[in-house]
């Protein structure tokens, strides 16, 4: 399975864009990339997902290269709400064998106001 | 319900005490996983069903971890004689089905703390 590499944790102003970066140099052609949040003492929150093309939805936006090998998370107005640990994970698109997410340790993200 | 929903929240064991998690998945999802949270880690995979059918146990760490879900809906996980090291958040997951498309997004339930003592 391919790794994810993310900075260990960044800082945002509240209010301004978290762009939040993820190298995956070692993706293959039918894993999609995923993104999760982790607000302390709470479970994963789905945020977004994608194969190739940019993402966007409610939460966030999502900018994959043309190569695939590395991706942005975009938060475009950060909230205090906000601060979490953000995952970055790369999930195998073949019913064969996608029963697993390989996570990392995530970017801490703190919203300061 | 209208999420995943895991039991006990918090769990304070004795060490060589058996435990058993139980997780309720969103109704009508097909796929269930189990994950190992250790603190100021990632999630690790222990095992998955699909339906009643575990198809993957690779991730558990010893013999002492067991998960079943016999009729395809709620799963439990067990772990005999507990041991210190296995003090961690352990999470639940379902989603809609085993194809990954636009639709079939996993989602988490709260977790279930277990601190062996």
């Given amino acids: ?39 302390h003492s709470q479970g994963p ?62 970017t801490s993200l703190a919203v300061n106001p | 319900g209208a999420g995943v929903s895991q039991s006990p929240r918090y769990k304070v064991a004795k060490r060589g005490q058996d435990v058993a998690l139980r997780c309720d998945p969103i109704s009508g999802h097909v796929s269930l996983f189990w994950y190992q949270q250790a603190l100021g880690q990632g999630p690790e995979f ?24 016999p009729e395809g809906s709620v799963s439990t ?9 296995d003090s961690a958040v352990y999470l639940c997951a379902s989603s809609l089905s085993y194809r990954v498309h636009s639709g079939n997004t996993i989602y988490f339930g709260e977790g279930s703390w277990l601190t062996v003592v």
């Fill in chain 1, 45 to 106: 929150q789905y945020i977004i997902h994608g194969l190739k093309n940019n993402e966007t939805n409610e939460m966030a936006s999502l900018i994959i290269t043309e190569d695939r090998k590395s991706s942005t998370l975009i938060l475009p107005h950060a909230t205090l709400r906000d601060t979490a640990v953000y995952y970055c994970i790369v999930r195998v698109g073949d019913a064969g064998n996608n029963r697993k997410l390989i996570w990392g340790l995530g």
């Fill in chain 1, 1 to 39: 399975d391919a790794k994810t590499t993310q900075p260990p944790s960044m800082d945002c102003a509240e209010g301004r864009a978290a762009n939040l970066p993820c190298n995956h140099s070692t993706i293959s052609g039918n894993e999609y990339v995923y993104w999760y949040r982790q607000i």
């Fill in chain 2, 77 to 85: 996980l067990k772990i005999q004689r507990t041991q210190q090291e």
């Fill in chain 2, 46 to 69: 222990l095992t998955y069903f699909q339906n009643e059918a575990q198809l993957d146990k690779s991730g558990l760490p010893s013999d002492r971890f067991f998960a079943e879900r």
